[in-house]
């Protein structure tokens, strides 16, 4: 497995360009099922989950062609296979959003149950009872979600919770149900939103995406459709965070301004300035940090997706932070392996008690999730000496070539592979 290696103490500068989003991507990918017609993808990272969601297309019979370095081209002309095997959805529990469209354009699919998460319980229960009440009949059999519809009827569904995952499953079975589907209590999030904008240019009829209350009126068929993937605002985030922890000077080029007033917000508390541009962010701090409260929600809200990140910037601030975690039980991973760096945290809960400021000193560390690496790459950055960060390839899950572009800032960072290859 890859190394990471950090000699800390660089203060970042320079310009950088956002890949694609994960999160988006994602669902944008499973999506492609719902048409027999070719479908056109642009902006689309080159990350380990996006290689998985592939293999997934690809075992279904889809078709799966690079045309570019970021284009796809997708076309699920034939699918063979309605069935989404355990292997691969338990190493990326977003496969399952693949139950939704696999039946409404099949009539039936066999979704393997995602099994346990290092971040918390994460259950389907929303994914399948929004899809029950569309009128497909489901059971569990093995680990497996079975689910047939001659055909789906459109019906009003209440989310327990605003489920990102939950919200989308329905979404794309909706689509094509007979009638009126009525999500209420659905996900805002700026993925979901990207989700409808390709739903919609494959002729979906879909309003209130980015809103609690997402309509759908169904339709007979779907056609293919060009679509660019929105930018990522996690790794937006992230990179703020390394220009505020380095004291660094950063201008990220196509940032997704509007989808980031809670960290904008959050980063100005600690005394980090950013400046809004049209398409662009500029992040510097010449200021002490100042310690702030922080709790995680659902969007519009602080992402869950950057509490690791800003735990590892906290314990930079001077004074005593406190961040609460909503969305997960078990998403402080990351702070054990900062206390091995020297920081100084007490959890009690969903709630971390961040003291500083440390004078975090660099170790092996375990990444344990892919934000929480980030965390660990953010926190080697300030640290004395070398810090090495395993289990690299959570981190290759989710940022593009992070490495590669934190050493274009100026940070003295490299990868070490594994020599067995
Ligand atoms: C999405 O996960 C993201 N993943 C996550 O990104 C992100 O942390 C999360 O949304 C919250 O923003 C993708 O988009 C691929 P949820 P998802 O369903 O959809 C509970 C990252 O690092 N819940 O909104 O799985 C659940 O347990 C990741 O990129 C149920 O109880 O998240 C959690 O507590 C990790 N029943 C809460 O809802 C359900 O059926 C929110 O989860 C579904 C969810």
């Not at 959570?394 to 940070?411: F, P, Q, T």
Request: charged share 20%.
């Amino acid at each position: 497995m890859d190394r990471i290696v950090i000699h800390g103490g660089r203060r970042l500068h320079g310009s950088i360009a956002l890949s694609g989003s994960k999160n988006a991507t994602l669902p944008v990918l499973m999506a492609s099922v719902l048409t027999s017609e070719p479908v056109l993808l642009s902006n689309v990272p080159r990350l380990r989950d996006v290689k998985t969601a592939l293999e997934l297309l690809q075992r279904l019979g889809v078709t799966v062609r690079w045309l570019g370095p970021h284009e796809l081209e997708i076309c699920a002309a034939n699918i063979k296979s309605c069935e989404a095997p355990y292997e691969l959805v338990k190493t990326m529990r977003a496969s399952f959003v693949v139950l939704g469209p696999l039946l409404a354009r099949c009539g039936r699919a066999r979704v393997s149950t995602p099994g346990g998460c290092a971040i918390g319980a994460r259950p389907v229960n929303l994914h399948i009872s929004g899809i029950r009440a569309l009128g497909a009949k489901i059971q569990l059999r093995n680990g497996y979600v079975e689910a047939h519809a001659d055909r789906l009827r459109g019906a009003r569904v209440w989310l327990d919770n605003p489920s990102v995952g939950a919200t989308e499953n329905i979404m794309m079975a909706a689509v094509r149900a007979d009638g009126r589907t009525v999500i209420e209590n659905a996900a805002r999030e700026p993925e979901v939103q990207d989700l409808a904008r390709m739903l919609t240019s494959m002729g979906a009829h879909i309003a209130g995406a980015g809103t609690h209350v997402i309509e759908i009126e169904g339709v007979e068929r779907l056609h293919g459709a060009e679509h660019q993937i929105i930018p990522d605002r996690i790794e937006a985030g992230s990179l703020m965070i390394a220009a505020a922890i380095t004291g660094g000077d950063l201008t990220i080029e196509n940032a997704p301004v509007d989808q980031l007033d809670a960290v904008i917000a959050k980063l100005r508390e600690t005394g980090t300035t950013v400046i809004t541009q049209d398409k662009a962010l500029r992040v510097w701090r010449s200021a002490p940090l100042r310690p702030i409260e922080l709790r995680t929600l659902p969007y519009p809200g602080f992402p869950t997706d950057l509490q690791a990140q800003m735990m590892a910037l906290l314990t930079q601030a001077h004074g005593t932070s406190v961040i609460t975690e909503t969305i997960f039980e078990n998403r402080f991973m990351h702070a054990l392996e900062l206390l091995r760096m020297g920081a100084d945290i007490v959890m009690k809960g969903a709630t971390a008690i961040v003291r500083g400021s440390s004078r975090l000193s660099g170790a092996p560390v375990m990444a344990t999730d892919l934000r929480a690496s980030m965390s660990l790459l953010l926190a080697g950055l300030v640290a004395e000496n070398t810090t090495e960060v395993s289990r690299v390839y959570h981190l290759d899950r989710g940022y593009e070539e992070v490495d590669a572009k934190l050493r274009s800032l100026g940070a003295d960072i490299e990868r070490v592979p594994d020599r067995k290859g």
